[in-house]
């Protein structure tokens, strides 16, 4: 990754002789300069990243109710898990989620940034199509709740005008996640279809005029050309979305609250839930070691199976 | 607008469209019919109008009378077209009026959440790309032993789900008595956040150091080069930074839900949760929490269309570096 290559050494001394000394006390004179400018950061990093993780991890072998001291109870918590239903319902629930929601997304976006790349450089479209991820999820989340009312929302209104019947897209089992996934989807697709335009930015204007020279259609041209450049980008977005997507919580938390039944409780809000409704800290930490692992692991995986390092540009 | 952008204009448009309309006289694979091209903006199109609806609905709901709503649920116009929900949220109606057109009569306190929201939202963005900006010159610009190890801590920190450290830091911000206090919402945020950082070190690391180099021979010390010299250098990306993590402060939820419920530090995300489930029973107050909602985006809007060329060019360039 570029983010990782080191500075050209800039800010070397001059290559006099008689200039190793001098070099060296520049040297650790740049090295105050640079603790005392890292400083702030640091500290907001150990405070609020390190020592949470730390903190977190021994949670997950407590039993903490908040009020009273932890007591270590080794991996009952863990235990616990394999015979918690409600923690299996929402890990069902949560991979649902993820699954349409990453389809969804990835074709859709694939779709809408061919077709500004295809069409048109307009900054007044791309401002239009990431309009809804600039827009608080609690806000998108009450526009859709509200378009995807039973009785009156204009969604069901227009199903009915076709001559269906109406759905209730939060109050059913079934639609429920889907629902939530749906809505997501519109407020994520504009942001994921800009990053994948991004990428197509970067293949060469001269490898598509080469494959028309060569006869080839559009279609042709998307699987045979725009794919493969698009690979690195593409699993990097992959990635990105899976990891967000994994961490669905405010757009339950406004409409459903994990109903109906259980049919939304994903995971982050079953979190929320054990922690700050029940009080059962060490056992929501667990969880979201869990989670933690389970997102490094599919990160890993992910950018090693589509070699996201290398393009066929390279 | 089509004629400019297609990259291999053979014949003009009008021509493409004389020889589509008739078939078997024209080398197919050499000139493509427009039908594609129009399949192409009507999908366009349709994703437009899917984006932009919502954003119509609300304020088509907000401008109806809440109690009329469910009259006529499919009037694309408001329904009695009233600005009694902007007057409900914004405090300027009183309770029977409100109670008259659906609302709740709850006082939702706009403006005081809005104060809130301001705020949080300042402090949060001046600490991001003030400390972003002083650590991200230490990464690009200064040689020290340890560097590499501690920005590739950073990197992790940028991957770590922010529900893991937030349980305990909600338990540290109760231990140190901050909840429901300003300090409480801001601090996590306020340092550091690892994406600030690589934002701005990718932008550092493209600066000549010939000019670094001049200043340092006119005896120029680096706290001078940075603020005279780095800092006005970039202030475009740090303008573009700030906007960014304004939007990303703005609409922050989960953490302000956790440590700042109370009604004195709530912040417009939190106050739109409670306005919505404060519905009792029966039908919820569309209009007043469609006119509530559009509100509580508006800000954001506005600063969107102010500087939506710069928001919108920076998404490729911060996603994928």
């Known amino acids: 990754m570029s983010t990782l290559t080191l500075t050209p050494t800039t800010t070397d001394a001059p290559a006099r002789p008689d200039s190793k000394r001098n070099h060296r006390r520049a040297v650790r004179r740049q090295t105050w300069v640079a603790i005392a400018f890292i400083a702030p950061s ?36 863990y235990a616990r898990l394999f015979t918690d239903e409600t923690f299996h319902n929402s890990a ?102 800009l990053l994948i335009f991004a990428g197509l930015q970067m293949i060469p204007k001269d490898v598509y005029e080469a494959a028309r020279t060569d006869g080839a259609s559009e279609w042709q041209m998307f699987w ?73 692991v599919i990160a890993a995986v992910q950018l090693r199976l589509t070699r996201a390092g290398e393009s066929d540009l390279n | 607008m089509t004629t400019t952008t297609d990259p291999a204009p053979i014949t003009s448009t009008t021509a ?46 907000a401008l109806s009378n809440g109690a009329a709503l469910a009259t006529d649920p499919g009037s694309l116009l408001p329904v009695e077209f009233t600005w009694g929900a902007f007057e409900r949220v914004l405090g300027l109606a009183t309770t029977a009026e409100a109670q008259a057109q659906g609302g709740s009569g709850a006082s939702l306190n706009f403006w005081g959440y809005l104060l809130n929201s301001v705020l949080v939202a300042t402090i949060i963005t001046a600490g991001q790309v003030f400390f972003g900006a002083l650590a991200a010159y230490a990464f690009a610009r200064l040689r020290w032993p340890g560097r590499n190890a501690v920005f590739f801590l950073f990197l992790i920190a940028l991957m ?28 996590p945020f306020f340092f550091m956040t690892p994406f600030a ?45 700030a906007i960014l993590q304004y939007i990303q402060a703005w609409n922050e939820y989960f953490w302000p839900l956790l440590v700042g419920s109370d009604s004195s530090v709530r912040v417009l995300t939190v106050a739109l949760g409670v306005f919505r489930s404060q519905t009792p029973q029966g039908t919820p107050d569309w209009a007043g929490l469609m006119a509530a909602a559009l509100l509580a985006a508006l800000p954001i809007l506005l600063l969107f269309i102010v500087f939506s060329r710069k928001i919108v060019n920076s998404i490729g360039f911060s996603g994928i570096k």
Do not use: C
């Open chain 1, 42 to 77: 640091l500290l907001g990093f150990a405070v609020f990243y390190f020592w949470p993780t730390v903190r977190g991890i021994y949670l997950s072998f407590t039993d903490y109710d908040v009020f009273t001291a932890p007591v270590w109870v080794g991996l009952d918590n």
């Open chain 1, 92 to 193: 069902r629930a949560t991979l649902l989620y993820v699954a349409i929601n990453i389809a969804l997304q990835t074709v859709l976006a694939l779709a809408l940034a061919v077709l500004m790349h295809r069409l048109t450089q307009s900054t007044f479209i791309r401002s239009v199509v990431v309009m809804p991820y600039l827009v608080a999820n609690v806000v998108v989340a009450l526009v859709w709740f509200w378009m995807l009312d039973f009785q009156i929302g204009i969604v069901n209104e227009g199903i009915q005008a076709l001559g269906g019947h109406a759905i209730a897209f939060f109050g059913d089992e079934t639609w429920a996640i889907p629902t939530i996934a749906l809505v997501n989807t519109w407020r994520h697709l504009g942001y994921t279809a």
């Open chain 1, 224 to 296: 045979r050309v725009t794919v493969p450049l698009l690979r690195p980008v593409l699993a990097l977005v992959f990635v990105i979305t899976m990891i967000g997507s994994f961490q669905v919580f405010d757009t339950v938390a406004v409409t459903t609250s994990g109903g109906p039944g259980d049919a939304t409780r994903v995971v982050q809000y079953y979190i929320f839930d054990l922690a700050f409704q029940r009080l059962d800290f060490g056992y929501a930490s667990a969880i979201s070691v869990v989670l933690l692992a389970v997102l490094g």
């Open chain 2, 16 to 61: 493409t469209t004389s020889t589509a309309t008739t078939p078997g006289t024209t080398k197919r694979r050499r000139v493509r019919p427009p039908t594609g091209k129009i399949i192409a903006w009507v999908a366009m199109g349709a994703f437009m109008l899917i984006t932009l609806f919502p954003f119509y609905w609300m304020l088509r709901t």
């Open chain 2, 160 to 187: 770590v789900p922010p529900i893991f450290t937030q349980l305990p830091n909600f338990l540290l911000m109760r231990d140190l008595g901050l909840i429901n206090t300003y300090a409480g919402i801001v601090l």
């Open chain 2, 197 to 241: 950082i690589f934002f701005l070190r990718q932008f550092f690391l493209g600066i000549s150091s010939e000019v670094e180099e001049a200043a340092r021979l006119d005896g120029a010390g680096h706290l001078r080069i940075f603020f005279r010299i780095i800092l006005p250098m970039s202030t475009g990306p740090l303008a573009t930074l």
